[in-house]
């Protein structure tokens, strides 16, 4: 029930943001406004969007290698198998196909592989948020309601990331913690099975200890964003209007936060809706910056569902695989090591 009901909530949202930067359009205009673009463009920014992507297959080789120590190049035909899902499936499948994938190929612990991926999200968070106030300090914004939901939301988010380092930083804190909460929370049949649950999990976040990993996991994280950001920059070369690169930050911020809100597959609809929304703020004529959200989602969704299909078939696999994997990490969960 639970599943549908955040089916039927990503449905309200994705429609909720389409139609806020669709609204009025006229469909030919927005064709016409497609029709007319500088093809030529895409293939680059194609390049360098996978590109991005093998960067976050560094990133996440760097919180992984205390779990399971696995070459980047090992990695990242699972980094785009997740995408693939991600833009497929709802419910972020992607995050649970590359956990269960790793498992299978290298016997990696699922629950401490999902936790490096719950952290990847925590440093995600981090810098869509460092470009928002980014974008907010170099550019004219009349949104007074706008700047202080994010004064708002960084603040909580802040307290709850200095509060995840802390924990993270000191284990034994952390386990006595747990175990008290366990303790109070749990019967005695179930409390051994979940400690056993805790400690794999704890285990996913030995790489916040180390002081150079931590480092690199961040640097990874600023550097594969921003060469995202820049295949947004690119893609606005294929059309007749420009806007700087701050501005395209402040696109890329606001698009991956919205992504903590249920949504469809793929983020349609509340990706076309904000991106539409931010140019259009920023003096973007409206059937373009609309036709820019078309394209630009195309340009990162397409190619890489593409590939990330091809790379399945390669390894063996097909789709049925994507439902394995999520009675496989079920049952992870709820399994003794």
Do not use: C
Not at 181 to 199: K, N, Q, S, T, W
């Amino acid at each position: 029930m639970r599943r549908w009901l955040l089916v039927v909530l990503g449905l309200i949202f994705s429609g909720f943001f389409l139609y806020l930067g669709f609204r009025g359009l006229d469909p030919l205009r927005l064709w016409e406004a497609i029709r007319t673009i500088e093809v030529g463009w895409l293939l680059p920014a194609t390049a360098v969007y996978f590109l991005a992507a093998y960067i976050i297959t560094w990133r996440w080789y760097y919180l992984l290698r205390p779990v399971r120590d696995v070459h980047p190049h090992r990695l990242f035909p699972l980094v785009i198998i997740g995408y693939t899902g991600n833009n497929i499936y709802p419910f972020r499948i992607g995050e649970v196909i590359r956990a269960y994938l790793l498992n299978r190929q290298t016997g990696a612990n699922i629950p401490a592989t999902l936790t490096t991926i719950l952290v990847e999200r925590v440093f995600d968070g981090i810098t869509m948020l460092a470009f928002v106030f980014a974008a907010l300090l170099f550019v004219e914004f009349d949104a007074p309601g706008i700047r202080s939901g994010v004064m708002i939301l960084t603040a909580a988010f802040v307290v709850a990331l200095l509060a995840f380092f802390a924990l993270a930083l000191r284990p034994a804190l952390t386990r006595r913690l747990v175990v008290a909460l366990i303790d109070r929370l749990f019967p005695a049949r179930l409390a051994e099975p979940m400690l056993d649950l805790a400690d794999n999990l704890l285990s996913g976040l030995e790489a916040l200890r180390s002081p150079r990993d931590l480092i690199l996991t961040f640097a990874a994280s600023l550097l594969s964003w921003t060469v995202e950001a820049s295949t947004y920059w690119i893609v606005l070369h294929a059309f007749p209007f420009t806007a700087s690169f701050f501005v395209v930050l402040l696109m890329v911020g606001l698009g991956n936060l919205a992504t903590i809100l249920p949504t469809t597959p793929g983020y349609i609809g509340t990706f076309h809706g904000i991106v539409a929304l931010v140019l259009v703020a920023f003096g973007v004529e409206q059937a373009g910056a609309a036709a820019y959200a078309v394209v630009m989602h195309a340009v990162i969704w397409l190619p890489v569902t593409v590939a990330g299909v091809i790379t399945l078939l390669r390894l063996g696999l097909g789709w049925q695989d994507f439902a394995r994997a999520r009675q496989a990490v079920a049952a992870a969960r709820h399994d003794t090591p």
